[in-house]
């Protein structure tokens, strides 16, 4: 996997995660630039999917194994949209600690990614 990306993903993932949780220490629900957010985090992580993918099809192999790196790969791009979706049903502060904690979680699969790949 790319490092830099990886890198990328994970930080932004908790700046998303700080400025979220911001917006729910202020007693602030999830707004447009919020979602801006989110899908720039989406969006970089849909790349790691694609990089991902095509590292595997070119005959790469993550050292602890192909299954557990796809769906770590997976998880990590499903992280943030989902959280994305029950903050829009939970228009109170509680959205914004939720997509708050999916940042912190999406950091911590990053971490488990690179892991995963390098062994």
């Known amino acids: 996997m790319l ?3 990886t890198l990328a993903t994970g930080v932004a993932a908790l ?3 700080a400025w979220c949780g911001w917006a729910a ?3 602030q629900p999830t707004k447009d630039w919020h979602f801006i957010g989110m899908a720039v985090v989406t969006l970089l992580t849909l790349v790691q999917l694609v990089v991902g993918v095509v590292w595997l099809a070119r005959g790469e192999e ?3 194994g192909t299954v557990i790196f796809v769906a770590y790969l997976l998880g990590s791009f499903a992280c943030v949209p989902a959280a994305g979706f029950m903050s829009l049903a939970e228009r109170t502060r509680w ?3 939720t997509v708050a904690a999916s940042g912190v979680v999406l950091a911590v699969l990053e971490v488990r990614l690179y892991d995963i790949w390098k062994g």
């Open 62 to 64: 993550p050292a602890q």
């Open 15 to 17: 700046l998303l995660a």
């Open 3 to 5: 490092d830099a990306l």
């Open 95 to 97: 959205g914004s600690v």
């Open 25 to 27: 220490y202020r007693d």
